[in-house]
């Protein structure tokens, strides 16, 4: 049974917030402001936020900056993961990613359905991992950030979960 190895020191993560959309500001941005508090209550790192607009190009050059910041250990943006026209998160994802983790937005959708019910096929959440830097795209409500976090990011991201977790991958990530 997947628990938290109470013998092991936690280790804190230094996290870049991106908030992708055309009309939200920092006071207006739910679902960023929920993920840096969960981030903090965990006892890891803000090390960046943004916002950027559904920019594909924008989008990648920020992750791009933020992949080659040694600071940044993850990326976790909110928003843009639709299937509008300016949707274009995934995309952008895809245009770094060293290697795709598939899993991440499978497992996503069906914790999702528990909540959203059909309406989660709507959601292309996608994570990956570029440069030794974890990268993961979640949808922009509140709901969708509270159960990536909560549900998937909180026990992955910490070193105490067993039986394993992305922290203790994370010197082995630029291997070749």
Same mark, same amino acid.
């Given at each position: ?46 090390? /960046?936020? =943004?916002?950027?607009? $559904?920019? &594909? ?5 920020? +992750? ?6 040694? !600071? ?19 995309? /952008?994802? =895809?245009?770094?990613? $060293?290697? &795709? ?5 499978? +497992? ?6 528990? !909540? ?34 909560? +549900? ?25």
């Amino acid at each position: 049974m997947p628990k938290i190895d109470e013998t092991r020191d936690f280790i804190p993560v230094n996290i870049a917030v991106l908030t992708v959309s055309d009309s939200r500001t920092l006071e207006t941005d739910k679902s960023g402001r929920l993920l840096v508090g969960r981030i903090e209550t965990a006892g890891h790192v803000v090390a /960046a936020r =943004a916002i950027i607009t $559904d920019d &594909e190009d924008a989008i990648a050059a920020q +992750l791009r900056t933020w992949i080659a910041d040694e !600071n940044i250990d993850v990326v976790i943006s909110t928003g843009g993961t639709g299937i509008t026209g300016r949707d274009v998160t995934p995309e /952008a994802f =895809a245009q770094v990613y $060293d290697k &795709e983790l598939i899993g991440f937005g499978e +497992l996503f959708r069906m914790l999702s359905y528990k !909540n959203i019910g059909t309406s989660t096929l709507q959601s292309r959440a996608t994570g990956g991992v570029a440069g030794g830097t974890y990268l993961f795209a979640l949808p922009g409500s509140p709901g969708a950030a509270r159960d990536g976090w909560d +549900l998937i990011l909180k026990d992955q991201l910490d070193i105490r979960f067993r039986p394993c977790n992305f922290v203790e991958l994370m010197p082995r990530l630029t291997e070749k």
